[in-house]
């Protein structure tokens, strides 16, 4: 495989941002000339700074404490910086550029703020949050991200720019698509709507969950011996590659999320002619001699999972993709509610993700209200988390197939979804430049292949994908520094719909078999 080149605009932008470090904006350079108030979810944050800043870069995360270095990016953050038309065309000077991001709610939030007009509270500029000087880190599912203003006051009653979600807006639908009380989202209400790029979500479990799946399809010959060995907590090194990932069918997946299947023993795995349970897996494991730093049998068999919240970009496209809800109407099945055999925890944000799969693995209390041991939990998650593994949760493989950006290509690996830009047209025209650079800058193959070299797994780069949607050629063989996937989610009529069965794009016509 090639090694992707890294692209000259990204580096040129990147550069120009460390030249201006030294006089990077503050709260003491005034409030800015332009500001975006853009709430959703995170697919596009890592595009905002090198797609319309083009100097004196600053972080600001939001503190609920007094000790700034306890910020965070899990509600609210924001950007300020120098803008000007060598970035953004249409852009008169050199300008003050805020952009304030709010995560908290999720991508119906902002899809909602959108078609209501409904006001939400954001980091309104730096001479409101109340922000302190602050060079500091913040670590979530094994990824951390830098920030230098620690800020403790956000300022309601804003109304938003535009949004960003991780599914476009015709996917928030349906009873278990949008939040209770609330109204469906009209996809054609909202005059500017662009799908950017594909977002590859995974399906993660807790590590020792992955560890029993692992030996599971060792022992049943799917997978080779040398991914779990007995007597080691590592297996030749093999154990996290993409050649020894466990792998849980559509259908599987389908059971678990709508509590068909509500205890992990409802799985068994054929040993020889004889069917044994995951529990019945890990006693195998115990009674080899192998070590329960690696494999042991949870302290119950019921099936816990790490759901996100009503309206959550990524929860709606496994809905659209895995359980095929709301494009079944009544035929689909339900999402698994709280209160049910199953046992469901609504984590309401990707750190809260990480936290509730952890404590679930290890037995701790940063998500759960009460510690519970060891159990097997799965979520959902993106992939560009807990690229280092520090965190205690695996991806998985569904059908076989990785969570990678050349399985996506090669139509095999099938929960990924168009994420979107939206704004009405009640931007400044300033504002629309802005907006519509943000979504040219994400759409480029280069700057996705970019962007995705944070997210190179042990098993593979996973991340984003470019779309033929958006006019940009597929190689006719899969290439990493053109991440172009063939298929596509566009009707027949034009448009995309995230209930639509991909297929190649018709403009292109051409798919690699492997």
């Known amino acids: 495989m090639p090694t992707p080149a890294f692209p000259k605009t990204l580096f040129a932008t990147l550069l120009a941002a460390f030249a201006g470090a030294a006089s990077a904006l503050t709260p003491g350079d005034g409030d800015p000339d332009i500001v975006l108030y853009v709430p959703g979810s995170q697919a596009n944050d890592k595009f905002f700074?090198?797609?319309?800043?083009?100097?004196?870069?600053?972080?600001?995360?939001q503190n609920y404490t007094s000790d700034p270095s306890k910020a965070t990016n899990n509600d609210y953050w924001a950007i300020y910086c120098s803008t000007d038309g060598s970035k953004v065309s249409g852009i008169v000077g050199t300008k003050k550029l805020w952009i304030s991001r709010r995560r908290l709610g999720a991508s119906y939030v902002g899809l909602d703020a959108l078609v209501k007009g409904t006001k939400l509270t954001y980091l309104e500029k730096p001479s409101t949050a109340a922000c302190t000087a602050f060079s500091g880190s913040f670590t979530s599912g094994g990824t951390t991200f830098n920030y230098d203003y620690s800020c403790t006051t956000v300022t309601p009653n804003i109304t938003a720019t535009g949004s960003v979600s991780d599914v476009t807006p015709d996917a928030f639908r349906g009873g278990d698509n949008v939040p209770t009380g609330q109204a469906e989202i009209v996809a054609s209400g909202i005059p500017n709507r662009n799908a950017i790029a594909g977002?590859?979500?995974?399906?993660?479990?807790?590590?020792?969950?992955?560890n029993a799946l692992q030996y599971a399809q060792v022992l049943s010959g799917a997978l080779p011996s040398q991914c779990a060995v007995p007597g080691s907590t590592t297996s030749a090194n093999m154990d996290e590659t993409a050649a020894c990932m466990p792998s849980l069918g559509k259908q599987q997946l389908a059971s678990l999320f709508s509590g068909a299947v509500s205890d992990w023993n409802s799985f068994s795995v054929n040993v020889s002619g004889t069917a044994i349970s995951l529990e019945q897996v890990a006693a195998r494991w115990a009674s080899n001699g192998g070590s329960a730093s690696y494999l042991k049998a949870p302290d119950d068999t019921t099936v816990h999972i790490c759901r996100r919240e009503n309206g959550a970009g990524q929860q709606v496209a496994l809905l659209a993709t895995i359980l095929q809800n709301p494009c079944l109407g009544n035929s689909a099945p339900r999402l698994v509610q709280p209160g049910s055999f199953t046992d469901v925890q609504l984590a309401t944000s990707l750190g809260a993700e990480d936290s509730c799969l952890t404590d679930f693995n290890n037995g701790t209390t940063n998500f759960l209200p009460t510690a519970k041991g060891n159990r097997w939990a799965i979520g959902i998650q993106t992939t560009e988390r807990n690229v280092s593994r520090s965190a205690n949760y695996r991806f998985i493989k569904i059908d076989g197939a990785a969570p990678t950006v050349e399985q996506v290509a090669l139509g095999k690996y099938p929960l990924w979804s168009e994420y979107g830009i939206q704004w009405m047209n009640n931007v400044t025209a300033d504002q629309g430049n802005l907006l519509r650079a943000l979504v040219k800058y994400?759409?480029?193959?280069?700057?996705?292949?970019?962007?995705?070299?944070?997210?190179?797994?042990?098993?593979?780069?996973?991340?984003?994908?470019?779309?033929?949607?958006?006019?940009?050629?597929?190689?006719?063989?899969?290439?990493?520094?053109?991440?172009v996937t063939p298929y596509t989610h566009k009707r027949a009529g034009g448009g995309i719909d995230a209930c639509t069965v991909p297929v190649v794009n018709p403009d292109y016509g051409t798919a690699e078999l492997r």
């Open 49 to 61: 700074a090198p797609a319309l800043c083009s100097s004196n870069i600053h972080t600001y995360f």
């Open 199 to 210: 977002h590859i979500i995974g399906a993660p479990v807790t590590l020792l969950l992955r």
């Open 442 to 483: 994400g759409q480029r193959p280069d700057n996705v292949n970019a962007r995705n070299q944070a997210d190179i797994h042990s098993f593979g780069t996973a991340g984003y994908v470019a779309l033929s949607a958006n006019g940009y050629a597929p190689d006719p063989v899969f290439n990493a520094a053109n991440p």
